[in-house]
């Protein structure tokens, strides 16, 4: 099999599809993350109850959900460091669960 590159083998292990994949999921685990610090910050400025936190407390949910799943998609399966560091609230993991 010849390679796109001349000078190249097939098998140097220059794999230009994967790299751009990676680089993506990379991308999108960057946008995540910062959906997710955007929404924390939103929330710890709110003052007040009612159908505002609560809108705020869903939000911050479904930006957490979906930055885990990213993270997951990236290969790591476990959270528990980014809960603390980021201080995810209880009130937001418990929004967490099957939708």
Known sequence: MSSMWPGLPADSGLDLLGHEILAEKAAA???????????????QEHVGDGEGREAL??????????YFIQRELCGFRRHDSVIRELAIPRAVLVRLGAR
Do not use: M, Y
């Open 29 to 43: 685990l960057g946008r995540a993350g910062a959906k997710v610090e955007t929404t924390l910050a939103r929330l």
């Open 57 to 66: 407390l869903k939000a911050t949910a479904d930006a957490v959900h979906a």
